[in-house]
């Protein structure tokens, strides 16, 4: 509840601000020691690897959200139960997950004001959630639980958010329902902005300039809308795109970024793997193309 009394909601609400932002937007102390949890994950970290190569206050501040099972994470990192949720791995049985989430690191923020009074949670909400991209990487696991664990005011003002697809030809049926689950979620908020990062295969020798690799038009991925299930004919096998049906579903974005995560990888001896470096080529060409014209587009 709100003290009318309290001296600090007394304080010109131009002053909280200005509190508000010390303790809630990233420091711009040269000294500031940015503090990092450093624990195992079950799947390769992309955005990690790459932020700490970058400066520590980027153009937009990112708070880096990842998966934990508290089950088997030291009790210091899971302070907080995430929801349980079930995944159905085909029509008949279903996956049970217990798990929570964690900030990677922490760039000085001190949240607890926010839980003060209704008003200091309203006014800080605004300025924390506004403010920062959410940044996932491949733990899309993470997105429905950290979302459900907000107020709703707080949701409402999440408008930023980037996320990773993991490499194709290893996604595993749980991988495709999570990714699923977590694309309708994203598809409630009032997103302004999303940055997507694809991880691609790029054949070690000649790359991407073989002639052998064809290069993917719009057309190409404009005829998904068409096809059941999301598929593509690709040599011998039909491709499964439904992933980026699924994504469709956010809509009404102001921008999109859409970026090849390179990985090295041999030669394509089947037509899945000949599909992926194809389409890992279009990547930032075609397909960003096209995701950008359907997500962007006026709703």
Known sequence: MSNPDSP????????RLMIYANLLLPS??????????????DYHDYEH?????????????????????PTTSPAQLTPRRRTTYAIRHDRFRARIM???????????????????????????????????????DTHVEAIVPFLSDLTPFARARVTKVALTKRALPYCKEFDRLEWAAACRCLATLRLTSLELGVVAGKPSFLGWDDPAIPTLEVSYFARLDRRNGGGGAWGNEVVDMEWARQLMVIRGLRECRVRAIVEHC????????????????SVEGAFGEWVRGVMCAAV
């Open 28 to 41: 711009t102390s040269a000294s500031l020691r940015i503090t990092t949890k450093s624990v195992h994950v």
């Open 98 to 136: 217990h798990t929570t989430y964690f900030l990677l690191s922490n760039p000085g923020l001190h949240p607890a004001i926010l839980g003060v009074s209704r008003q200091t949670h309203a006014e800080a909400a605004e300025l924390l959630y506004g403010s920062y991209t959410f940044a996932f």
């Open 8 to 15: 600090f909601l007394r304080l010109p609400s131009e002053i």
């Open 49 to 69: 690897q790459m932020t700490l190569a970058r400066p520590v206050l980027p153009t937009t501040p990112t708070l880096h959200i990842r998966t934990l099972d």
């Open 266 to 281: 041999p030669p394509p001896g089947s037509d899945m793997m000949a599909f992926w470096v194809a389409f890992s080529k």
